[in-house]
């Protein structure tokens, strides 16, 4: 584990007392985060702090978790408010002053009985602003004012090495919170990349350059860097610049930086060379390209090509065909990789396709000396 936050009431300072977190992979924290909202419905509420750099997916993990029990979602950003957003304008009633509550705050009838409040950004936001969601984060209430039952309370911020405008987070607040960091894992985000439709040529350029999902240093104090979001960016102007070549480098490197545009450009312009990817789904043809990274190429477009046809008669088909296919990499490994990507994508089990016992048995030797080799 590491530091990645101060406890301190003013603004972050080397000599403050460091503040620890579990650090977990994306799909383990959405899973807590699925068990947190369960048990926040049954009174067992424990509100929890995502902590990461910027562009590694928090707030995305959080729509996530929502999206997935079918629950609405409130995403206040605490550092975009004042102190009165979150607790109310007072107004005088005969000799006494009341407090009136911010809409935007969770309410039963308005937004629903289930919900998850997000406070984003929540170390970036003025000490005067955090001390107002103190209430509201432990004692799910401000005021008069209470959160409903079924609501859940999650936050989320950048930790203080990242470059970003950030407050120490005081003793108080940290202590009301459990806190998580947010690791990048590649096959958490190729997972969801392939059901979010992400463009198969980015998905083989990261297998191929894995160290490039998330390359950010602080010290250089980069503008555009490659990250979990901004490879979203680069899979929209390939979209966006499709028949504007001249441009599709420029735009490249506004998403992830000069070094790394210009690498997936030169990926990109090679995956012109793929083998007939339609014949190999149709077990026609079983070309394979010597070049490593077209065989990524090839794996990725593959396992688009089994998503696409889903559970249905032809799919199984397609299923086995590539089975098949995983069994003629040079390297095996890139079999494995095919077939688990695919296994992750397709939402079905391929061990009841007759062509995954093949598969199966050619990597027999491969995983024996896995095994042998871990038990030294």
């Not at 979150?86 to 006494?96: H, N, S, Y």
């Not at 014949?279 to 077209?294: F, H, K």
């Not at 089975?323 to 296994?343: C, I, K, N, S």
Request: proline content about 6%; aromatic content about 8%; overall charge negative.
């Amino acid at each position: 584990m590491h530091a990645v936050g101060q406890v301190a009431d003013t603004r972050a300072s080397d000599h403050a007392i460091p503040l620890f977190t579990a650090i977990m992979r994306p799909s383990h924290i959405s899973a807590v985060l699925d068990r947190e909202f369960a048990a926040s419905a049954a009174g067992q509420r424990t509100p929890v702090m995502l902590w990461g750099p910027p562009g590694v997916g928090k707030s995305e993990i959080v729509a996530d978790v929502a999206a997935r029990n079918g629950a609405a979602l409130i995403d206040l950003r605490l550092s975009q408010l004042e102190p009165t957003d979150l607790r109310g304008i007072p107004f005088r009633v005969d000799d006494r002053v009341e407090w009136s509550v911010p809409a935007m705050l969770p309410n039963a009838a308005r937004h629903g009985e289930r919900g998850i409040l997000f406070l984003d950004e929540i170390n970036a936001a003025p000490p005067t602003v955090t001390a107002a969601a103190y209430q509201l984060i432990l004692d799910r209430r401000l005021g008069d004012y209470r959160l409903p039952e079924g609501w859940a309370v999650m936050a989320a911020g950048n930790r203080q090495g990242d470059r970003g405008v950030t407050y120490a987070m005081p003793a108080p607040l940290a202590n009301r919170l459990t806190h998580y960091d947010v690791d990048v894992h590649l096959d958490d985000w190729i997972a969801w990349a392939h059901g979010a439709g992400i463009d198969p040529r980015v998905i083989a350029f990261l297998r191929f350059r894995p160290e490039l999902l998330f390359d950010f240093d602080a010290a250089r104090n980069p503008i555009a860097f490659p990250s979990p979001r901004t490879w979203v960016f680069a899979h929209r102007a390939l979209i966006k610049f499709a028949d504007r070549v001249d441009l599709l480098l420029d735009a490249l490197q506004a998403c992830v930086g000069r070094a790394a545009g210009i690498e997936i450009k030169a990926f990109i312009d090679h995956m012109r060379q793929l083998p007939d990817i339609d014949a190999i789904a149709r077990g026609e043809t079983e070309s394979m390209p010597e070049a490593v990274d077209l065989q990524y190429g090839v794996a990725a477009a593959l396992v688009r090509r089994a998503m696409r046809v889903g559970g249905t008669a032809e799919g199984r088909g397609v299923c086995g065909n590539i089975l098949r296919y995983a069994q003629r990499f040079p390297q095996r490994e890139m079999g494995v990789m095919l077939v688990t990507d695919m296994q992750r994508s397709i939402g079905h089990p391929l061990i009841d396709l007759p062509e995954f016992q093949g598969w199966a048995d050619s990597i027999g030797e491969l995983l024996l000396f896995e095994r042998h080799t871990a038990g030294r």
